[in-house]
């Protein structure tokens, strides 16, 4: 069966550059999470879409933004990345909000 | 204090040891994740629940929903069952799931 999907699954990026993280849901998936896990850390929760709209907010910095498209994958967008940024952020897909959540493999992002 | 609270937060087992990791929580909830993350961070969804008992293989999660506590029992434990286990609840209406911080698991041969 088809799983979420993330890339790139590791990077590496200087302080004050920016990045884009992307995740692909489960085919017939409409929501999608961003979790963030920092070194040694439980994940918290970034932000959420639902329908392609933004369905929930949790502590993503203004630094970053994120948005779903037409074909439902979504993109974290981060800018003037900070050594505090270096975490593994996940994606989790589900069918509507009140459905299990599924996990993609996760991207690595290492500022330096 | 911690909306999700796991115990113990490390576990160190012998293959075949029935293992139980605990989960309590103090808000209101729809449902509640199980999940597993291996070294180099993969996470996997195990059981959601929002009332009674699960089973898959030798995994089993139960719930009390007025007790707010959920169990998570692993029978005839084995060496590759060694991960972090995730307690997760969801809120209300909000999709987003809220962490417990996960017990170490480590079960020997």
């Known amino acids: ?112 | 204090k911690n909306e999700v609270e796991q115990s113990p937060q490390n576990l160190t087992a012998q293959e075949g040891e029935f293992i139980t990791i605990n989960c309590s929580y103090s808000v209101g909830i729809s449902a509640l994740h199980w999940l597993q993350q291996h070294p180099g961070g993969g996470i996997v969804s195990l059981f959601m629940l929002s009332s009674g008992k699960k089973k898959h293989g030798r995994l089993i999660a139960t719930i009390n929903i007025q007790e707010k506590h959920s169990s998570l029992h692993i029978t005839a434990s084995h060496p590759r069952d060694s991960a972090v286990y995730i307690c997760a609840v969801r809120g209300g209406s909000q999709g987003n799931l809220i962490f417990g911080k996960g017990t170490k698991l480590s079960v020997k041969p």
């Open chain 1, 1 to 112: 069966a088809a799983g979420v999907i993330q890339s790139p699954r590791h990077l590496i990026k200087e302080k004050r550059e920016t990045a884009t993280l992307k995740c692909y849901p489960i085919p017939r998936h409409d929501t999608v999470y961003w979790y963030q896990q920092g070194p040694g850390q439980d994940p918290q929760f970034l932000i959420s879409f639902y329908e392609k709209m933004q369905s929930d907010k949790g502590s993503i910095p203004d630094r970053f933004s994120a948005q779903q498209f037409s074909d439902y994958h979504s993109e974290l967008n981060m800018s003037s990345l900070e050594l505090g940024d270096s975490a593994l952020y996940f994606c989790a897909s589900s069918f509507r909000r009140a459905y299990e959540q599924y996990f993609g493999p996760g991207t690595r992002l290492t500022v330096t």
